[in-house]
């Protein structure tokens, strides 16, 4: 590796630490979301002295540097992605509608959508259509996956839905991602307990 490269990943690891608060929470607290191999874009982790959500989204290149400078970037827990309009109105000019697929102007796209159905049936979680349709992805409602198949008949599990979690295999989301020409975005969002 160039002196370049192991100073990044260096300078990575420092960031890393600073936004999981490690000096306060302990190394082992950035473990719980996600490794190498798996990300976790979507989890709900309630400790002793806070609740902690992350979720993870994808933005177009050009709205990064906004994101970035706004905390509260618009995907915050309760943030369902439900399609909704806009209407711009002028003095003089032709009202103009906007159909805004994920909810908002921002064309931030979440990776895991909350659906809720006024209590009529239970809440649930989907993984986002265009993610499962990119890795043409099956299903599997007993395990809570969503596999590929390979031609020959094997199954790789690429999305793993848990009780407290949403992962997603690291390669894949960003194949994704790359292929989009996209960024993905962690929002990692606490409130102290009790």
């Not at 099956?138 to 992962?167: K, Q």
Request: contains cysteine; proline residues 6%.
């Amino acid at each position: 590796m160039s002196r370049t490269s192991e100073g990044a990943v260096i300078e990575r690891e420092e960031t890393l630490r600073y936004l999981a608060f490690e000096d306060v929470r302990g190394p082992a607290f950035r473990s719980q979301f996600g490794g190498p191999e798996w990300v976790i874009v979507e989890a709900t982790v309630k400790r002793e002295t806070e609740d902690i959500h992350i979720s993870a989204a994808l933005l177009p290149v050009e709205e990064v540097e906004r994101a970035l400078a706004n905390a509260d970037w618009d995907l915050l827990p309760g943030h369902d992605g439900t399609p909704t309009h806009s209407v711009s109105v002028a003095p003089g000019r032709e009202d103009v509608i906007t159909y805004h697929r994920f909810g908002d102007e921002a064309r931030i796209e979440p990776l895991v959508l909350h659906r809720s159905f006024f209590g009529a049936r239970p809440p649930s979680m989907e993984l986002c259509e265009e993610f499962r349709l990119f890795h043409n992805l099956f299903h599997e409602l007993a395990r809570e996956e969503f596999i590929r198949l390979a031609e020959n008949g094997d199954e790789e599990v690429i999305v793993r839905f848990r009780p407290d979690r949403v992962e997603v295999r690291r390669p894949e989301l960003m194949r994704y991602v790359t292929a989009k020409g996209w960024c993905s975005r962690s929002t990692l969002t606490g409130a102290a307990t009790g």
